[in-house]
């Protein structure tokens, strides 16, 4: 079965709603990252959190090794949020990433 | 200004032959890494390369190989390229600090169809 699973797989939101990203994960985890990718663009890394809650504007991702999950959470969302994010597993210390399939925002006006 | 850059961005070829995407970072990162993304299937490791001469398979190597003859540097290589070959490639490098703990960072991706 997959390692990594996010949830939602797609989101809508209305202009200033919050959203919640889940990533659930199955195996040992060394690190979770969070990346944002725009249509068609790179990815962007947002969070690089091993454990416990991290703050970066209106973004605070929280992992909680103990229960396999990992969230991102966007308060007062905007237009520009609209993309995709990606959460990723760094297994063991060997850097090696397995990535979600992905939740896809889109915020409307 | 942090860079991790790819070459070409946009490539067609026909299958059968062979091709070359490259990627550079200006940070000196050792870690370096080529990913696929393909819709439905999200993005899968094909390999890492821990410095210089010193490469090891990711999830899905074959039909790849890699080079990296210089830290700065990092080339994928199809021999041969198939159309399942065809997805949009991204390179990423990241730092290694003591704890082995890293962030990555991505390139802008290599969109390739093979007809």
């Known amino acids: 079965g997959q390692q990594v699973q996010q949830s939602p797989a797609s989101l809508v939101l209305q202009e200033g709603e919050n959203a919640e990203l889940q990533c659930n994960f199955s195996?040992?985890?060394?690190?979770m990252q969070w990346f944002y990718q725009r249509p068609g663009g790179s990815l962007v890394s947002l969070f690089y959190?091993?454990?416990g809650t991290k703050h970066s504007g209106r973004l605070t991702s929280t992992t909680v090794i103990k229960e396999r999950r990992s969230s991102l959470h966007i308060s007062s969302s905007q237009t520009t949020d609209s993309g995709t994010y990606l959460c990723?597993?760094?297994?063991?210390?060997?850097?090696?990433?397995?990535f979600g399939g992905g939740t896809r925002l889109t915020v409307r006006p | 200004d942090m860079k991790v850059t790819q070459m070409p961005r946009y490539l067609i070829k026909r299958m059968g032959e062979n091709v070359l995407l490259e990627c550079g970072q200006d940070m000196s990162h050792e870690t370096m890494y080529w990913y696929r993304q393909d819709p439905g299937l999200g993005l899968q490791l094909i390999y890492i390369?821990?410095?210089?001469?010193?490469?090891s398979e990711g999830d899905i190597p074959k039909g790849y190989r890699v080079s990296r003859k210089k830290r700065e540097h990092f080339s994928l290589i199809l021999d041969s390229a198939k159309t399942n070959q065809t997805s949009v490639y991204f390179c990423a490098s990241s730092p290694r600090d003591r704890g082995g703990q890293d962030t990555q960072y991505f390139g802008p991706g290599t969109r390739l169809l093979v007809l």
């Open positions: 195996t040992s985890l060394n690190s």
């Open positions: 390369s821990y410095d210089v001469d010193s490469n």
């Open positions: 959190n091993p454990s």
């Open positions: 990723a597993l760094e297994r063991n210390a060997g850097a090696k990433l397995t």
